[in-house]
């Protein structure tokens, strides 16, 4: 099930793998990676026992009777062919390549979180940053905590971290510089969440997610995407109030900065301009690292920061609402959402429209989107795709580590796996997998991405 915040040592190692030659059998070199590839995506190298041992061939178009041929083993191995549906497209040309009912809708789970990494960064763009404020009520003596929707903001610094992201801390310190110049020394201190409205949780969300650690109520003021500690994770990890325990968290801030907080947090409206402010990373930087831990809250925060930008209500509603207008606008049919993060059952995305976005955030035309693309796992060595076993080399699809990137998807009887694929003779595949099966489960999918890595099929 996906999980939240700030990876440490993933993103940095996905940066590293992206930029190395492998050597293999003596004389093989692969392209170097960039960071934030072009769309021709060159080979995302994790493990040398995943890669030809011959120098790939100038890419040439794959004939998609071989691309069948290379499918029908492991799809019949799955045990889910019932409920499995696939779409397998040139990354070159955009042609057609495999077709399993690719228009079917179908719950999608956590590759959700494409469409909305696409959505986020078409309605704010990859530089956008959001704010948390402090504002000054002089007449009251209260100091107004404002949150901006950041769900990556933090009490501490982590010098570690990747990415670096605000704080509190440093909020807390140019407030009470702010004060201090007031000749203020003692405030009391309200909180305001008003920039998020309407449910806290969407339609479709199980009674169980929040309590067992795997959401938190969506509010406009958070830390931790709602843990009640950076480290925190499993049952119970989770803040019921996210508001009050950032904001109670600011007042523990402010006392080491030497202003005193009387009493505890409460509702305020923050109004001027903020006497202090810190500010997130940028947009691009957050999407790959939402994409990469699959972080539900900040999928559900950005979605919404989107649904502001764009006119949209500040609810679940208009936050689909507003995924739902960028995809109009892009030309992609076949996404109906009623949450951005995937969690919700009501969801339903078809193979094809997963494909098409995915095109689209590797598209020259499109290089605002481009972070929806680099921000996915690498097989067998981030992200998702490095956990339960995926890729390694116990399993039946090693032949696709580092070879596979992707968004995975997981809920009770839905498995799905969506991104890009490098075959023995230098094509890239860009692909989607959905089963709504009850036996369905990541395990049983990655051997079709992996099968596609081999293939020779000219």
């Known amino acids: 099930m996906p999980r939240v915040r700030r990876v440490r040592g993933e993103a940095l190692l996905a940066l590293a793998l992206l930029n190395i030659f492998v050597l293999v059998t003596g004389f ?157 020394d003692t405030v009391s201190l309200g909180y305001d969440d008003s920039l998020f409205t309407g449910p806290t949780t969407p339609p479709g969300w199980k009674p169980n997610y929040i309590p067992e650690g ?39 801030q402010l006392e080491k900065a030497g202003i005193a907080v009387e009493g505890e947090p409460v509702p305020a409206t923050a109004a001027g301009d903020p006497i202090a402010s810190v500010a997130s990373a940028p947009m691009s930087v957050l999407v790959e690292n939402m994409m990469l831990s699959s972080d539900n809250i900040m999928a559900e925060a950005m979605a919404r920061a989107a649904a502001v930008e764009t006119g949209h209500e500040s609810t679940f509603a208009g936050a689909t609402g507003a995924t739902h207008q960028v995809m109009e606008d892009l030309g992609v049919e076949g996404v109906r959402l009623s949450d951005n993060s995937g969690l919700s059952t009501k969801n339903e995305i078809t193979p094809r429209a997963l494909v098409e976005v995915l095109r689209l955030a590797a598209s020259s035309e499109h290089p605002e989107l481009n972070a929806a693309l680099t921000g996915l796992p690498t097989a067998n060595s981030t992200g998702t795709l490095a956990k339960g076993g995926r890729y390694s080399p116990y399993s039946s699809a090693h032949e696709g580590a580092g070879l596979v990137r992707g968004k995975t998807g997981t809920l009770n009887g839905v498995s799905t796996l969506a991104g890009s694929v490098h075959d023995q003779e230098g094509n890239t595949y860009f692909f989607a997998f959905m089963a709504n099966h009850p036996l369905a489960d990541g395990l049983r999918l990655d051997p079709l991405a992996a099968a596609l890595s081999q293939c020779g099929c000219s």
């Not at 799955?78 to 179908?106: R, Y």
């Not at 530089?127 to 948390?132: A, G, I, P, Q, S």
């Not at 931790?224 to 499993?234: F, I, L, T, Y």
């Not at 109030?241 to 950032?246: I, L």
């Open 214 to 252: 795997n959401a938190a109520p969506v509010t406009a003021l958070m830390t931790d995407s709602g843990r009640v500690s950076p480290e925190a994770r499993g049952y119970g990890s989770r803040s019921t109030e996210p508001s009050v325990h950032a904001a109670r968290a600011f007042a523990e």
């Open 28 to 184: 093989v070199a692969l392209d170097v990676i960039e960071a934030r590839p072009l769309p021709a995506v060159p080979h995302p190298v994790t493990d040398a026992e995943g890669v030809a041992a011959a120098e790939p061939a100038a890419s040439t178009p794959a004939d998609p009777e071989r691309i069948a041929d290379v499918l029908d083993d492991p799809m019949s191995a799955s045990g889910i062919e019932e409920g499995l549906s696939g779409f397998v497209v040139d990354g070159a040309t955009g042609e057609p390549l495999f077709e399993q009912n690719p228009d079917t809708l179908v719950t999608p789970a956590s590759t959700t979180k494409i469409v909305t990494a696409v959505a986020v960064l078409d309605a704010l763009g990859p530089d956008h940053v959001l704010r948390t404020g402090a504002h000054l009520d002089p007449g009251r003596g209260r100091v107004v905590l404002r949150g901006g929707g950041d769900a990556t903001l933090t009490a501490t610094a982590d010098s570690a971290a990747y990415p670096q992201v605000a704080t509190l801390e440093e909020l807390a310190g140019r407030t009470a510089d702010a004060l201090v110049a007031e000749g203020i």
